[in-house]
């Protein structure tokens, strides 16, 4: 069994790619996920949430409860793994201190790393004070009126009108189309669609200035771009923080193909994107910079 904590030499991008491909191949989405029942994916241990692509990855594993440790921190703890069991990676951003042969002003680049992590179903022995309760799982979100408050609550939200019958994002004169809710399948549909030109509508230059969303707008549009699914992974992102879980997934299975075209061409589009996501969702959610839980390396103090 793999311990080693970062493996610099591997490729990282390659690494996740490869695990979303997977999934794709089979027909799921990954970040068509719900924590609703099963809680937010966070460190048992340190009780931080992770953030952008591995929320959905450790999502994707599908346990009953979202806790997470690395295997210093279940050592540590007085626990063991489970026979066979094996881990999964965690994807983190490390920042390299300057070198003093460093020009002044130099800018160190940030280089993507992995440490791995075990469910705590892959664990035994562990001390029962540290294994959570399974009624803190329990959600006290109602699901549309938590809806409501995040559409009502972002901050320089664009202008949503109902004159068509489709759903956009206008990135020139900054406003969103909806048809009337009564016109989707259920109330569900309709918030998630309205999630999704909402993400869009945080690329304007007035709130984010993400480049993804002004190009976009220049070629006319890609379903398959950057820009498309970061308001996918976005709009997945807010569902599951409202509790809520769709019925109907027909519509982003068509997008399976295009994606797994994009991801074997290019092995950093996912994590890019959903950085970018992440980003997104921070701001509808207006969660200050001093408040978002940056994920570090957890073995920094296993």
């Known amino acids: 069994m793999t311990t080693d904590a970062t493996k610099p030499k591997q490729d990282v991008y390659e690494i996740i790619t490869s695990r979303i491909i997977e999934q794709l191949e089979k027909g799921k989405i990954p970040w068509r996920q719900t924590w609703a029942e099963s809680g937010f994916p966070c460190n048992l241990i340190s009780k931080k949430n992770y953030r952008g692509v591995n929320i959905w990855l450790l999502l994707s594993l599908g346990y009953k409860q979202n806790y997470f440790l690395t295997f210093k921190q279940v050592k540590a703890a007085g626990g063991n793994i489970k026979q066979g069991e094996k881990a999964s990676p965690v994807v983190f951003w490390n920042w390299p201190e300057p070198k003093e042969t460093d020009p002044v002003g130099t800018k160190s680049k940030p280089m993507l790393r992995y440490y791995l992590v075990f469910n705590i ?20 979100n109602t699901p549309l009126e938590t809806c409501d408050l995040i559409v009502e609550q972002m901050p320089k939200r664009p202008t949503i009108k109902f004159k068509e019958n489709r759903a956009y994002y206008h990135p020139l004169f900054d406003f969103i ?50 820009e498309e699914l970061v308001a996918e992974i976005g709009a997945c992102y807010l569902n599951s923080f409202c509790g809520m879980t769709l019925k109907n997934f027909s519509n982003n299975v068509a997008y399976i193909e295009g994606w797994l075209s994009k991801l074997k061409s290019d092995k950093r589009f996912i994590i890019y994107a ?29």
């Open 121 to 140: 179903e892959q664990c035994e022995d562990m001390p029962e004070n540290l294994l959570p309760d399974s009624s803190e799982l329990v959600t006290e």
């Open 177 to 226: 189309n909806m048809p009337k809710i009564g016109s989707f399948e259920d109330s569900e549909a309709y918030y998630d669609t309205l999630f999704h030109e909402l993400v869009h509508s945080t690329g304007h230059k007035t709130r984010l200035d993400r480049k993804e969303m002004v190009q976009q707008a220049a070629m006319g549009g890609d379903e398959y771009s950057i």
């Open 274 to 302: 959903s950085g970018l996501a992440q980003k997104a969702v921070d701001f509808i959610l207006n969660i200050a910079p001093a408040e978002q839980e940056v994920l570090q390396d957890e073995t920094a103090h296993d």
